[in-house]
């Protein structure tokens, strides 16, 4: 059973940076899909990047330029880092793994099996 632990989130104003991490643990496969999502209130749950499991990267439109996704496999620590931030970014941030490839694709939210607790960003005007 995989565990994921999210946190770095926070309260920064518009334009800021933060830096999301989610530990992993509980590891049976070589490889994962990996991936980050987030809800804000009213919202649905939606893909912001993933990382595959020959590391390919994906971005949802909204974030492209401005989150970064990497993985630091030897800690099994994934990251986002976040700048440029716009209030729209507020939401619940969630990570989410999948043993092995990804269903569709990284960001295809359905195909993930564990998620983390998640970490709360908000982004002020």
């Known amino acids: 059973q995989v565990q994921l632990s999210e946190s770095g989130g926070g309260s920064v104003q518009a334009g800021g940076s933060l830096r999301l991490s989610c530990v992993s643990s509980?590891?049976?496969?070589?490889?994962?899909?990996m991936g980050w999502f987030r809800q804000a209130p009213g919202k649905e749950r939606e893909a912001v990047a993933g990382?595959?499991?020959?590391?390919?990267?994906l971005y949802a439109d909204s974030v492209k330029g401005r989150f970064t996704i990497s993985q630091d496999n030897t800690e099994n620590v994934l990251y986002l880092q976040m700048s440029a931030l716009k209030p729209e970014d507020t939401a619940m941030y969630y990570c989410a793994a999948r043993g092995g490839h990804c269903y569709g694709d990284a960001l295809t939210q359905v195909g993930y099996n564990y998620w983390g607790q998640g970490t709360q960003v908000t982004v002020s005007a």
């Open positions: 509980g590891r049976t496969y070589s490889k994962y899909c």
């Open positions: 990382i595959d499991a020959d590391d390919r990267i």
